[in-house]
């Protein structure tokens, strides 16, 4: 069993920035893809980015295009999301998440493995 624990979250202003991680362990872990989804209150899980988890082909949701930038360590089985000039309607929950079929990682219905979530805050 494969597990995924987000820390990095936290209470920012707008305009600023937070570094998200998720370290994943337990056996083998060798996904297709790897990649962070959102939700907000009353609002339904939202895609945000994810990468191959080989050949670092990356994709974005487009309300966090150019502000938000994934990157792993194959070695430290580490998952990252580097979110710059953030917005009140940043403000989530961020889920990590690994899949192991090979489809375009942009699906949570496709998603195998989810941690517990790590809160994001922005203030105006």
Not at 74 to 79: I, K, Q
Request: net charge positive; glycine share 10%.
């Amino acid at each position: 069993q494969v597990q995924l624990v987000e820390s990095g979250g936290g209470l920012v202003q707008a305009g600023g920035s937070l570094r998200l991680s998720c370290a994943a362990s337990g056996r083998t872990f060798s996904p297709y893809a790897v990649g962070w989804f959102r939700q907000a209150p009353g609002k339904e899980r939202e895609f945000v980015a994810s990468i191959m988890w080989n050949e670092g082909t990356t994709y974005y949701g487009d309300s966090v295009k150019g502000r938000f930038s994934i990157s792993r360590n194959r070695v430290a089985n580490t998952l990252y999301l580097q979110m710059n000039s953030l917005k009140p309607e940043d403000t989530a929950l961020y889920y990590c998440a690994a899949q192991t079929v090979v489809a375009v990682p942009a699906d949570p219905k496709r998603v195998d493995y989810w941690g517990q979530g790590t809160q994001v805050t922005i203030s105006s």
